[in-house]
Nanobody, 116 residues
Framework: QVQLVESGGGLVQAGGSLRLSCAAS????????MGWFRQAPGKEREFLTR??????YYADSVKGRFTISRDNAKNTVYLQMNSLKPEDTAVYYC???????????WGQGTQVTVSS
């Protein structure tokens, strides 16, 4: 079964850091574009960042604070989040573009809560 499983969420104080992981299974994901999104209560899902075979891209809201990386040997993508703010509180999702121009495989999400 092809799936993505996020982990690493939790409660952190403003200014702190967290590292989220997205473990892929069921196939090799090294050639696929992977992305991170988040959804806060009452808000639409927001794109944060993506990583392809050759490049990364960040939304302005997280540029300079968040870093996406991947370990293809572990079939895992990471999101390092620094200088966290209360407005970063959301459920964070990873997603993959599998032979598609859109994200068509999603994880179940992991909650990140930033206290002020």
């Amino acid at each position: 079964q092809v799936q993505l499983v996020e982990s690493g969420g939790g409660l952190v104080q403003a200014g702190g850091s967290l590292r989220l992981s997205c473990a892929a299974s069921g196939r090799t994901f090294s050639s696929y574009t992977m992305g991170w999104f988040r959804q806060a209560p009452g808000k639409e899902r927001e794109f944060l960042t993506r990583i392809s075979w050759t490049s990364t891209y960040y939304a302005d809201s997280v540029k300079g604070r968040f870093t996406i990386s991947r370990d293809n040997a572990k079939n895992t993508v990471y999101l390092q989040m620094n200088s966290l703010k209360p407005e970063d509180t959301a459920v964070y999702y990873c997603a993959a573009k599998i032979s598609s121009n859109t994200y068509n495989l999603w994880g179940q999400g992991t909650q990140v809560t930033v206290s002020s």
